[in-house]
């Protein structure tokens, strides 16, 4: 029970996200109007899809160092829980800009479909895409495991200009980039205010505690079923 | 039914304001929505699933423990 304190701490920190997440007011803006309410799960996603990719990347470097099978099965595991929070944030978001980027003035699909921001996460996703397909192609469990330690550290590498960077220099309609501001209401820290932010940040602790709770389970799993390869 | 009329006369009353609201040309948000209390039931149902989500993944790891004590 003592170890479980941070499990019902996410359960709590959710609770209390979609109860304040609803009930509370919010800024009142044009074109998003309660749309913004998609900050605390929406954003929440790909705020937990960094933090899990972080992890992933520090086992992988853990693994180069120590080359130890266990950091390996980490890395993964905590990949494939920021994949899941990636495709969460890349399908919200679809619905999203749908209500509330095509609606506005002069934008259409096909000007949506340019938006750098989308092709960045995009592009980061399939990257890490990349890494399971890499892994699956090897047959060698040594080679499997350096390999994609050292893949998985590119696809970090490349994470945060693709999602961060790049919207940012070309000017986006996402909220943000330099160009929001003609289309688009900007969610950039200067006006995301403290009503948005009670809620946010406990939002993003509780959805993350909860991927990492998933992991767990993933890593648990996998410890059982290898358990003749972890004890080299 | 005293009660009910009163209930009435208030949603009402908050449609009324719901449209002064509109008149006074800001974003409309949902103020006739929560003024009538359903948001409410979005949130019960919003967190009857994530009750549900967090019942199944500690099932699931009751069951993990389990096979790792050795019982498979």
């Keep these: 029970m003592q170890k479980s304190w941070w499990k019902i701490l996410s359960f709590v920190l959710l609770v209390y996200t979609f109860t304040a997440g609803f009930l509370l007011d919010v800024p009142h803006l044009f074109i998003l109007n309660e749309t913004i309410r998609n900050l605390y799960f929406h954003v929440a ?48 978001g679809i619905l999203w800009a749908s209500y509330t980027w095509v609606t506005d003035q002069s934008q259409s699909l096909s000007s949506i479909l340019k938006e750098p921001k989308l092709i960045g996460a995009a592009i980061a996703l399939l990257i890490y895409g990349a890494y399971f397909v890499l892994r699956g192609s090897f047959t060698d469990m040594d080679k499997r495991a350096r390999v994609s330690a050292v893949y998985n ?4 590498a490349m994470l945060f200009p693709s999602i961060w960077i790049i919207p940012r220099l070309v000017g986006s309609l996402h909220p943000g980039a330099p160009g929001s501001t003609t289309g688009n209401p900007a969610l950039n820290f200067n006006d995301i205010d403290s009503r948005l932010r009670m809620v946010f940040y406990p ?3 509780g959805w993350t505690l909860l991927a990492v709770w998933i992991t767990t389970l993933k890593i648990r799993i996998r410890l059982i079923t290898d358990k003749s390869l972890l004890n080299e | 039914m005293n009660n009910f ?26 103020d006739i929505m929560r003024s009538n209390g359903k948001i409410y039931v979005v949130v019960g149902c919003c967190l009857i699933i994530l009750t549900g989500l967090f019942l199944y993944v500690w099932r699931v790891e009751r069951k993990i423990k389990n096979i790792e004590k050795g019982n498979v």
């Design chain 1, 45 to 92: 996603m790909w705020f937990g899809m960094m933090i899990v990719f972080i992890i992933s990347f520090v086992y992988s470097i853990k693994y180069l160092r120590h080359t130890k099978y266990k950091h390996d099965l980490f890395a993964t595991a905590f990949a494939s829980t920021g994949m899941v929070l990636g495709i969460l944030g890349y399908s919200t």
């Design chain 1, 153 to 156: 550290i590119f696809a970090f």
């Design chain 1, 203 to 205: 939002a993003v602790i």
């Design chain 2, 5 to 30: 009329l009163t209930r009435t006369m208030l949603v009402l009353l908050c449609c009324l304001s719901g449209m002064m609201v509109f008149a006074q040309n800001k974003p409309a948000m949902a």
